[in-house]
T-cell receptor, first 111, second 114 residues
């Protein structure tokens, strides 16, 4: 099946700093999503982005499907951005709905 | 608001007990999924259903069963719970699109098996 790898595994930032999280995937994808898991365990949809670029406030994401990677940008980070960020993808071949998750990037934003 | 809900939100049970986790959605989606998350890891797919008459095994289905009672309801059962099934369980839904579709997740059920 498709492999999804995220980097870095851990990241500590001071409030106000910018960061880039990376997701590499091993196959062509029909679906690529970014999630934020907050300290209470809830998964929050950030982006549905199998290709192209999207922005939502301080967050933006870019997926370069031909090169099989996606980037999540966080600008002017805040303590509420802390948590784990997951990338998940499903391959074009086979059943489009079966998401495979990476192991996440754990972000801690300090004052 | 259209939503995905899970009950219970927390459950502690003993080894050997049968337990059911329930998921309901008001999004009008045909497709529903059950995932499991272990500490420090991403989610893994247990079962998925594309409509009421369609049930499919995911990556880690052993020890679990499911029931799709209606388009809006999808239940996960542990017939005889064991400690290594202690995990955070998520239900998700998606609409059908020809190529790919966005999944929306419930709040999760934290299950502890003693």
């Amino acid at each position: 099946g498709i492999q999804v790898e995220q980097s870095p595994p851990d990241l500590i930032l001071q409030e106000g700093a910018n960061s880039t999280l990376r997701c590499n995937f091993s196959d062509s994808v029909n679906n690529l999503q970014w999630f934020h898991q907050n300290p209470w365990g809830q998964l929050i949809n950030l982006f549905y982005i199998p290709s192209g670029t999207k922005q939502n406030g301080r967050l933006s994401a870019t997926t370069v499907a031909t090169e099989r990677y996606s980037l999540l940008y966080i600008s002017s980070s805040q303590t509420t951005d802390s948590g784990v960020y997951f990338c998940a993808a499903s391959p074009k071949a086979g059943t489009a709905s079966k998401l495979t998750f990476g192991t996440g990037t754990r972000l801690q934003v300090t004052l | 608001d259209a939503d995905v809900t899970q009950t219970p939100r927390n459950r502690i049970t003993k080894t050997g007990k049968r337990i059911m986790l329930e998921c309901s959605q008001t999004k009008g989606h045909d497709r529903m999924y059950w995932y499991r998350q272990d500490p420090g890891l991403g989610l893994r797919l247990i079962y998925y259903s594309f409509d009421v008459k369609d049930i499919n095994k995911g990556e880690i289905s052993d020890g679990y069963s499911v029931s799709r009672q209606a388009q809006a309801k999808f239940s996960l059962s542990l017939e005889s719970a064991i400690p290594n099934q202690t995990a955070l369980y998520f239900c998700a839904t998606s609409a059908y699109l020809p190529f790919g579709n966005e999944q929306f997740f419930g709040p999760g059920t934290r299950l502890t098996v003693l």
